[in-house]
């Protein structure tokens, strides 16, 4: 059975960083494209940052020169560097793996991150 799971969730301050992390477990996505996403209250969920197996990365503009994605395929686990936290940036965060068909087939099932003023 596939698996993603995220953690490195929590509640911190304005300004602090965070490092999320995510475990792939019964299949390797070495060469895959991983993601994180993320949904705020009351919003639709949306793409945060990408990287695919060169090491390629892609970010949302809300996020850019604070968030760093970064895989290590040895350990399965891709990861989430979140610096200067606002409390905009309150949500669930999703890792996400792309499928053959290069949609985001696997899912996590979230760690929350919360940004207090």
């Known amino acids: 059975q596939v698996k993603l799971i995220e953690s490195g969730g929590g509640l911190v301050q304005a300004g602090d960083s965070l490092r999320l992390s995510c475990v792939a477990s019964?299949?390797?996505?070495?060469?895959?494209?991983m993601g994180w996403f993320r949904q705020a209250p009351g919003k639709e969920r949306e793409f945060v940052a990408g990287?695919?197996?060169?090491?390629?990365?892609a970010y949302a503009n809300a996020v850019k020169g604070r968030f760093t994605i970064s895989r290590d395929n040895a350990k399965d686990t891709t990861y989430l560097q979140m610096q200067n936290l606002t409390p905009e940036d309150t949500a669930l965060y999703y890792c996400?793996?792309?499928?053959?068909?290069?949609?985001?087939?696997?899912w996590g099932q979230g760690t929350q991150v919360t940004v207090s003023s």
């Open positions: 996400a793996a792309q499928g053959t068909a290069g949609r985001y087939d696997f």
């Open positions: 019964g299949r390797t996505f070495s060469d895959s494209v």
């Open positions: 990287i695919n197996w060169t090491g390629a990365t």
